[in-house]
């Protein structure tokens, strides 16, 4: 591991927006468009499946204020997907703008364009629909080869083979071997075979879905979203919309939160199909309610685990089979599906010889799933720890040794997760540093404390990636302006992460000056460098590296124009931060003087674009250990202490790392404990509200305490890996280990409410 | 209907109709800090001050506020500034959203309380929804700021 001292890096510098943000400038969606654009809204489906038999608008458009009412009848037939992902995409084109059959509760029926939203949502209330209502596939353990069909429409298309096949419900399938699974289970001591539930459950950003298009002076389609995805965004539009992509601009503000949900264009072709067919600037904004039932939640899954052991502990075999509830639509179904097993059983090949992974991902009449942080790891980490934790409880053993014993090491080559090789890991040294942080020893005993209730501990490890490899692209273009200073100017986008900040860190340091004279710009088709966006954990290590390589190259350009004005040979000069100085002489030249000089006469950009992707994927590690004090009369289980070690190589930004992983514990303990998704007879989800669907408050989350475990990756930006997404990821297994420590009882569906905890325990 | 009010300090005359929501009616009136999130007055982020009460605006009609004072964000900006740097200095403004209704509450709970503890501080701000930040960095740069107060 390399130690070294830098000037920006792994400094905790303030994110450049904390300001603006705190005092409430207007700096989001709706603050910085125009007030005069149409509202839009969507009539929504009150079925899971049917078709619109007929659908009079007259008497809606006669409301004073109403522009234009649209349905299925006036919009283009091309298919296309609202996933953020590098084309061509692994999810299945299936959505039409209205399409005639309407596939969840919650799906788009008509759109209506008007100048107020009392109009607006007085003649949603004069549409008259009749629908042929049609049996719905309700159930993702019976969609398989269901007779009814979600996507019974010919011209549904793949632009991947990924095992998909809609006259059965798949959206993808697959199944991959790796050793003599069956001959070592049989060969082994013990062998347990659970089944976990996690449902779809919500990223609840505080920001809703919202967009803005209008036509620029150009006459161009110019759309302000909360978004991540910009250019996949510009590209999702033009397919559907039918229109060239140098027709189309997509930028975005600051964005109120995304967790994945704005990895999908929920809600881009609404007002953009508005603009195009009024001619006028045009608004969406979800409501939380909408956001709650029409957005882009995480992929219910039902995750299979078999695993064999030694008696002693050793786990040598494990096959995992997941069904992936994708919902009305494929978005990201292909995808996450992946993660349950690329990103749990690794954990284990410290001593695996074998594993299997298969999986089917089927369609159902729900609310469309995905993406949101974990991307599906984090329900495969919730099921392979919990059988692991059930293994030591079964043998006797303590919960932290039976993973000393089978953990994941530095240098170890990975079969269960394409072979890579664990070239950055310290999970060893989290777990000994969180074991002795936490005091575990002590507080995983099971303390009765005289009044009904108990406490105790549990423990989980975790892991992600950091990029999708061999895909994501990440440019950074890097400009000196007269003053020496620099223009940063990025496509990914930060989402309140504090990418702009840790990427300008970057550059303050390899370009020697202040993180303050770094201006970071982004993201905007017509002006960033291509970026798939911000999302699978890359920003910091693949957009990072193109930032490092535009330095590089700025730093030679620079070099080069100064070369010429001290009168010698390119390589006969040195950068120095504010100067550049010819080797061996005081003789130097300013960046001012560099830049003007850049400006007059010259043939050298004072500006780089560079472009960054990787071959791996380095998985940042992470070990969680919680206390719980539960109440066994009323099921309640309070949160005392979160302690985790979390191993991202070598953290930018100590501080926001920190704050990443204490929001996404909190995040995780939200959907392990109180976080719920269920839904009517008809299908429609009930917790369509904040007053239903509770996501933690601080006094739910107990106390927190983070710290890190460095490696240094060497293919990583200054040795970092990614922070973002695996910190969700224990603590719903360490809360059930913790539960089951309590009660005696394993609960292997999320959330685990008090009722079902204080049910168990009636005799 | 005629409405009369204090707005950030200055006296206002407005028409609204009778169900326009507070909320709605003072981003009209450009105090573009105050934020939806829930509409169910479950997140805290359209929090306002009505003759220094903090109230959700989402949940309240503009014509109660007919003769009273409220204050948004961009009125408080200099008493904000006094503590919202440490926050800033955690990171714990991560995405903003949440911000002016936190900042709004923080200014009430601490004109009411200038040295509250821990727990009271999470109890009062219980209101305040915040998906980013684990809600840790927001308590630490409260506390660091009242602790700077003290030295």
Not at chain 1, 188 to 204: G, M, P, S
Not at chain 1, 533 to 546: E, L, V
Not at chain 2, 94 to 122: S, Y
Request: hydrophobic share 35%; aromatic share 6%; net charge negative.
């Amino acid at each position: 591991m390399e130690h070294k001292e830098y000037k920006s890096i792994n400094k905790s510098v303030r994110k450049k927006d904390s300001m603006q943000l705190l005092l409430g400038k207007p700096v989001y969606t709706d603050d910085v468009t125009p007030k005069d654009a149409l509202v839009v809204k969507i009539l929504r489906s009150p079925h899971a499946n049917a078709m619109v038999e007929s659908i009079n608008t007259a008497a809606a458009k006669k409301v004073p204020g109403v522009v234009d009412i649209y349905t299925w009848e006036d919009v283009p037939q091309t298919r296309f997907a609202i996933a953020g992902q590098t084309f061509p995409e692994p999810s299945p084109y299936d959505r039409l703008i209205i399409d005639r059959h309407v596939r969840f509760a919650g799906d788009v029926v008509a759109i209506i364009a008007a100048e107020t939203e009392k109009a607006a949502l007085k003649a949603m209330k004069l549409i008259k629909v009749k629908y042929e209502i049609l049996e719905a596939v309700l159930d993702f353990r019976t969609a398989k080869d269901n007779p009814v069909l979600v996507h019974p429409e010919d011209d549904w298309f793949p632009p991947c083979q990924v095992g998909g096949d809609p006259k059965r419900n798949l959206v993808a399938s697959d199944d991959e071997i790796h050793g003599d699974v069956e001959g070592i289970l049989a060969e082994c001591d013990i062998v347990l075979e659970r089944t976990y539930h996690t449902k779809a459950f919500n990223q609840a950003m505080m920001e809703p879905f919202t967009a803005y298009a209008s036509f620029d002076r150009y006459g161009r389609l110019h759309v302000i979203s909360s978004t991540q995805i910009v250019f996949h965004t510009r590209r999702i539009l033009s397919r559907a919309l039918g229109i060239p992509k140098s027709k189309i601009r997509v930028e975005k503000p600051r964005i109120g939160g995304g967790f994945g949900a704005k990895q999908t264009a929920v809600c881009d072709v609404y007002p953009a199909f508005v603009a195009m067919k009024t001619g006028r600037p045009a608004m969406v904004t979800y409501t939380r309610e909408e956001s709650q039932i029409a957005g882009s939640p995480r992929h219910e899954m039902e995750i299979t685990v078999k695993l064999g052991a030694t008696k002693e502990g050793k786990i040598r075999v494990m096959d995992l089979y997941t069904l992936s509830n994708t919902g009305a639509y494929g978005e990201h179904g292909p995808t996450t599906v992946g993660l349950s097993g690329h990103k749990a059983i690794p954990l284990y090949t410290g001593s695996l010889e074998a594993h299997r992974f298969h999986y089917d991902v089927v369609y159902t009449n729900r609310q469309a799933a995905g993406a949101y942080r974990g991307y599906g790891a984090t329900q495969g980490i919730f099921a392979v720890e919990s059988i692991v934790s059930e293994l030591a409880e079964q043998l006797g053993m303590d919960a932290t040794a039976i993973r000393d014993m089978n953990m994941i090491k530095e240098g170890m080559v990975m079969p269960a997760y394409y072979n890579e090789i664990a070239s950055a890991c310290a999970l060893d040294r989290c777990m000994e540093h969180c074991r002795r942080m936490f005091n575990w020893e002590e507080r995983s005993k099971v303390r009765d404390m005289g009044n009904g209730k108990v406490r105790t501990a549990g423990v989980a490890m975790g892991m992600q990636g950091s990029c999708i490899s061999n895909v994501d692209v990440g440019s950074a273009t890097l400009k000196l302006s007269e003053d020496g200073t620099y223009n940063l100017i990025i496509g990914a986008a930060d989402m309140g992460t504090g990418c702009d900040t840790i990427l300008a860190q970057m550059v303050a340091e390899l370009m020697d000056c202040h993180v303050d004279d770094v201006a970071v710009f982004g993201a905007d088709t017509d002006v960033s460098p291509y970026d798939s966006g911000s999302y699978a954990s890359s920003t910091t290590y693949i957009t990072g590296q193109a930032v490092v390589k535009a330095c590089a190259e700025l730093k030679k350009r620079i070099c080069s124009i100064a070369a010429d004005m001290l009168g010698c040979e390119g390589e006969k000069v040195e950068f120095a931060g504010s100067v550049v100085r010819r080797i061996h002489t005081d003789q130097t030249v300013s960046l001012t003087d560099i830049a003007y000089k850049s400006q007059v006469n010259n043939t050298t950009p004072a500006e780089s674009t560079a472009t960054h992707t990787s071959p791996v994927s380095p998985p940042p590690y992470m070990v969680g250990m919680v206390e719980i004090e539960l109440d066994k009369r009323t099921g309640k289980v309070e949160i005392l202490d979160y302690m985790a070690v979390v191993d991202c190589g070598i953290p930018i930004n100590p501080n926001l790392a920190r704050i990443q992983t204490e929001g996404g514990i909190v995040q995780g303990i939200g959907h392990t404990l109180i976080e719920n998704v269920t839904y009517d007879r008809k299908g429609r989800p009930a917790e369509a509200s904040f007053m239903q669907y509770k996501v933690p408050t601080r006094q739910d989350m107990g106390r927190l305490h983070v710290e890190f475990e460095h490696s240094y990756e060497p293919t990583g930006p200054f040795g970092a890996k990614s922070i973002g997404e695996i910190v969700i990821n224990t603590p719903a297994p360490a809360i059930a280990h913790a539960i089951y420590r309590a009660t005696g009882k394993w609960f292997r569906e999320l959330p685990i409410t008090p009722e079902q905890i204080a049910m168990s325990l009636i005799d | 209907m005629e409405i009369k009010l204090k707005l950030n300090g200055k006296n206002i005359l407005a028409s609204v109709e009778a169900d326009t929501v507070l909320l709605d009616f003072l981003r009209d009136k450009g105090c573009l800090s105050v934020k939806r999130g829930c509409d169910t007055s479950n997140c805290g982020l359209c929090t306002v001050l009505m003759d220094g009460k903090p109230i959700l605006s989402c949940s309240t009609l503009a014509v109660r506020a007919d003769g009273h004072e409220i204050h948004t964000l961009e009125g408080l900006q200099e008493e904000a500034s006094d503590f919202v740097g440490f926050i800033a200095d955690q990171g714990a403004d991560q995405c903003g959203f949440c911000n002016p209704g936190l900042v709004m509450n923080t200014i009430a709970l601490l004109r009411e309380n200038p040295d509250p503890t821990d727990d009271e501080i999470r109890a009062y701000l219980a209101g305040n929804l915040c998906r980013c930040s684990g809600y840790d960095g927001q308590l630490r740069g409260i506390r660091n700021y009242l602790n700077s107060r003290k030295a």
